[in-house]
């Protein structure tokens, strides 16, 4: 029972490098987003998709783009590192109808860019 | 605008006494308020909700939560603590006619000591 699955774990950047975040789940979760987690700060959300082929805007989109060619995956690219990106990134999923804010998280990925 | 406190960076209990974790928030219309924990380095995980109905709110590992309108707020409590209960936990909000949009406090690390 596999759940939310995030990878990597831990990546370094280079001011200026691309990446890609990976997030799946095999809940059938019509409802995936990405956090980002800082110290002394609460959760800010990202992006998130409410079912395949369509996705949003959350509190903090820049910098960031995402898509969702399936149900199961949910990937997060940044576009260009910057500093400013170090931080603790968290999938989460959950039925878009009924128990939405009953989330699943990965485990996190930290990614330091220097 | 919509806003959760968590007045406290961290709580430190003795094992066996009664815990209090508080959380206070700003939202218009009715909230939508949600706990979550978070253990070092996994993900976060859902406790409880309150959406309407008993102003008790009963979730899993043996935590509940009391909503009080009046005080805006919902604290979190546990009659008798656990070592095992030691991590970070986080309130979250919503009100009825937002989309998916969590805002989440910034944690409070509990410690529970032997």
């Known amino acids: 029972n596999a759940g939310v699955t995030q990878t990597p774990k831990f990546q370094v950047l280079k001011t200026g490098q691309s990446m890609t975040l990976q997030c799946a789940q095999d809940?059938?979760?019509?409802?995936m987003s990405w956090y980002r987690q800082d110290p002394g700060m609460g959760l800010r959300l990202i992006h998130y998709s409410v079912g395949a082929g369509i996705t949003d805007q959350g509190e903090v989109p820049n910098g960031y783009n995402v898509s969702r060619s399936t149900t199961e995956d949910f990937p997060l690219r940044l576009l260009s590192a910057a500093p400013s990106q170090t931080s603790v990134y968290f999938c989460?999923?959950?039925?878009?109808?009924?128990?939405?804010?009953?989330?699943?998280f990965g485990s996190g990925t930290q990614l330091s860019v220097l | 605008a919509q806003s959760v406190a968590q007045p406290e960076d961290q709580v430190n209990v003795a094992e066996g006494n009664p815990l209090t974790v508080k959380c206070t928030y700003s939202v218009s219309g009715n909230p939508y308020l949600f706990w979550y924990v978070q253990y070092p380095n996994r993900g976060l995980q859902f406790l409880l909700k309150?959406?309407?109905?008993d102003n008790l709110v009963k979730g899993s590992y043996g935590f509940e939560a009391e909503f009080n309108k009046s005080q805006t707020s919902f604290h979190l409590k546990k009659p008798s603590a656990l070592v095992s209960d030691s991590a970070l936990y986080f309130c979250?909000?919503?009100?009825?006619?937002?989309?998916?949009?969590?805002?989440w406090g910034a944690g409070t690390k509990l410690i529970i000591k032997p």
């Open positions: 979250a909000v919503r009100n009825e006619d937002s989309n998916y949009q969590l805002i």
């Open positions: 309150y959406i309407t109905g």
């Open positions: 989460a999923s959950s039925l878009a109808r009924g128990d939405r804010e009953k989330l699943f």
């Open positions: 809940m059938n979760h019509e409802y």
